[in-house]
């Protein structure tokens, strides 16, 4: 059974400065996926990750796949106040199914 | 293009009536989900439409729930007998065929059992 959590669930951070979310997932997971959540709106679709190695970049957010370790890391460079949101990752099971991650809810200060 | 649309956006109900939630998704898209949002957590799959068969109903939580597809387009969420329980943000998605297509979600229905 796939099971997805990330870390932290939680981050407060200064614009400018970096920092990566992290997801770990159970087994065997064919692709990763990031979506973006603002308060009270649905889920936005970031990023689609597929092989192992993969790495996609949009504007000041990098995402990245490590189907070894099982690890996917969301990286935020020089953070802006817009990216202030819930971003959640999530594995794909044998049945196709979604299997979500709890979410890391980021706040940036200007 | 419209994206997937919800009604209601939210409903608020008393514990032990019936609602419905009402799902358009995007035209040509085959595909449908309903997941569940409590707050503070990740989206719990429900139930997933190819067309108009329910192609995976593993995530619905009990008999109250119930979902329909008839047409292969719009899809409705049942829910009997509500419980305090139920309260959650119940989001729709739909995507091109399903299996590996990316899912485009709606904005979801808040739902309210008092």
């Known amino acids: 059974e796939l099971k997805v959590e990330q870390n932290p669930l939680f981050l407060s951070m200064q614009e400018g400065k970096n920092y990566t979310i992290y997801c770990n997932y159970s087994?065997?997971?064919?692709?990763l996926y990031w979506y973006r959540q603002d308060p009270g709106k649905s889920l936005e679709s970031l990023f689609v990750?597929?092989?192992n190695g993969a790495v996609k970049q949009e504007g000041r957010l990098m995402a990245s796949l490590d189907t070894k370790a099982r690890l996917s890391t969301l990286h935020i460079t020089a953070a802006v106040h817009d990216l202030s949101a819930t971003y959640f990752c999530?594995?794909?099971?044998?049945?196709?199914?979604?299997?979500w991650g709890a979410g890391t809810k980021l706040i940036i200060k200007p | 293009g419209a994206g997937v649309s919800q009604t209601p956006s939210n409903k608020v109900t008393e514990k032990g009536k019936y609602v419905e939630l009402r799902c358009d998704p995007i035209?040509?898209?085959?595909?449908l989900y309903w997941y569940r949002q409590s707050l503070g957590q990740g989206p719990e799959f429900l139930i997933y439409?190819?067309?108009?068969?329910?192609?995976?109903d593993s995530g619905l939580p009990n008999d109250r729930f119930f979902a329909v597809r008839p047409e292969g387009s719009v899809s409705t969420l049942k829910i009997q007998r509500t419980e305090r329980g139920d309260s959650a943000v119940y989001l729709c998605?739909?995507?091109?065929?399903?299996?590996?297509?990316?899912?485009?979600f709606g904005p979801g229905t808040r739902l309210t059992v008092l």
């Open positions: 999530a594995g794909m099971d044998s049945n196709y199914q979604l299997i």
């Open positions: 998605a739909s995507s091109l065929s399903g299996s590996y297509n990316e899912q485009f």
């Open positions: 087994t065997t997971s064919d692709r």
């Open positions: 035209s040509g898209h085959t595909a």
């Open positions: 439409f190819q067309g108009t068969g329910a192609a995976d």
């Open positions: 990750l597929l092989s």
